[in-house]
């Protein structure tokens, strides 16, 4: 037995991740304590580069908080928010015999029998594993991807610290009350260790967009799966970011693949893909979209959806009380006018590109940011009009329409995506969505 996989060495486990992460939180909000309460000036960019230098070891979801916080606005301090962003795990991968030996765990003493080839090297890293090429011994090519141990420690370790920082921030900054973006979070990344329920995600994936023919999801091999083990069919593909140069006519191909891969889900069934990283797709040589990773997915309420669109409509028309609607629909209560106001400054930057009827790119970058400009301003008026409360389904969405526009930028596409919205949410009704999410979810068991 490991020693990680070992009682004792559990305890030191997490003894461990907690003293790291405390120390280094700790340090953070001495800090800003100090610059409150005491009047200290502290360097923050200098700041944040140390908290990510002393962070940047651990494996497990820190990357994903950091990357989840970054498109809130002005969730945490942007030079702390940017850091976090821009982690990187830099610990070493699971060496072969600590991989044969979680293999041996999840499939049993003959696990090797079910290979003739098995990379002892990991082909890529993920925040709360990493993925080993193979080959079945019915010559399918697969893709293993095993946890990493006590990731439910390490989880629990980087939420708590995540929420003393929240508290402390809130506690001289209130634009934003952040108890339902603590909330959202946990339950995400604790989804996210359930394998068992990944591959259901991604066979559910795989049925919805089963008539996209430009967009491609793993074939998972069940039977070669556990709750910490899942395999899949091997996807080959280019980095996305490899087309950057590419002739227009691929790069807006790519844009819309990549746009109905995320959308087609979302408007026809209620339900997005959590995690627009981009490491989680790549392009194929017709550029079609091989799309992977389905530990984060996200079940919106039909109604919630509709607000979506009501919201883009009532800035089409500039309907301020079915924007107000759309506001409450998504969990905005007992708002005021400049509340509203501030609101609808963020999603006029949002649905900015949806509403202008010509070919564009979709928007820049700003300080490597995609939209950290418009986030400060927001951030500055909630502070001026006592503070919004985030609802909990706003994260995912607002995480996904910047994660998927900073990729659009990165393409430099070339699209009418008014037209492209409107042809997806052509023919929209609420209680439709809602039958259809509703069948989809009972056959895939994710009720």
């Known amino acids: 037995m490991s020693d990680t996989q070992h009682p004792k060495g559990k305890i030191t486990h997490r003894v461990k991740r907690y003293g790291q992460v405390s120390a280094t939180m700790a340090g953070m909000a001495a800090k800003l304590a100090g610059e409150k309460f005491l009047g200290l000036k502290i360097e923050r960019e200098a700041h944040a580069a140390q908290m990510m230098q002393a962070l940047g070891g651990l494996k497990g979801p820190l990357m994903k908080i950091g990357q989840i916080l970054a498109t809130i606005p002005e969730a945490l301090p942007s030079e702390y928010a940017q850091a976090l962003q821009n982690l990187q795990s830099n610990a070493p991968p699971m060496g072969w015999s600590f991989v044969k030996r979680r293999m041996r765990t999840e499939l049993g003493p003959q696990w090797e029998e079910n290979f003739t080839e098995f990379s002892h090297e990991a082909a890529a890293a993920a925040s709360l594993g990493q993925v080993h090429r193979a080959r079945l011994t019915d010559g399918r090519e697969v893709a293993c991807k095993l946890q990493y141990p006590d990731m439910d420690s390490a989880i629990a370790a980087d939420l708590a610290q995540l929420k003393f920082i929240f508290s402390l921030y809130e506690s001289y900054d209130q634009a934003l009350q952040t108890h339902n973006i603590h909330d959202e979070m946990r339950d995400r990344l604790y989804e996210e260790l359930d394998y068992k329920r990944e591959a259901r995600h991604a066979d559910l994936y795989r049925h919805i967009l089963s008539q996209e023919s430009q967009v491609h999801v793993p074939e998972v091999v069940h039977e070669l799966s556990t709750a910490r083990l899942i395999t899949q069919s091997w996807m080959e593909g280019e980095k996305i970011l490899n087309f950057k140069t590419a002739e227009v006519e691929v790069r807006n191909q790519i844009a ?160 009418n995506w008014h037209r492209l919205f409107e042809e997806m949410i052509e023919g929209f009704d609420v209680e439709t969505l809602r039958a259809r999410q509703a069948n989809v979810l009972r056959q895939f068991d994710l009720f």
């Open 256 to 415: 819309m693949n990549m746009f109905r891969a995320w959308y087609v889900p979302l408007y026809y069934y209620g339900i997005i893909h959590g995690d627009p990283h981009l490491g989680n797709y790549s392009v194929r040589p017709d550029y079609s979209l091989n799309l992977m990773d389905f530990g984060c997915i996200r079940v919106f309420r039909a109604e919630f959806v509709g607000g979506v669109i009501d919201l883009y409509r009532a800035l089409l028309t500039d309907n301020q009380s079915l924007a107000v609607h759309a506001f409450e629909t998504w969990g905005f209560h007992d708002l005021s006018h400049e509340q509203i106001d501030t609101l609808l400054l963020w999603a006029r930057f949002l649905y900015e590109p949806l509403l202008d009827d010509r070919a564009r790119v979709i928007g820049r970058t700003e300080n490597g940011m995609y939209g950290r400009e418009t986030a400060m301003k927001v951030h500055q008026r909630l502070r001026e009009v006592g503070g919004v409360a985030v609802p909990r389904e706003f994260v995912f969405m607002d995480r996904a329409a910047l994660g998927l526009g900073s990729v659009f930028i990165h393409l430099q596409a070339h699209i």
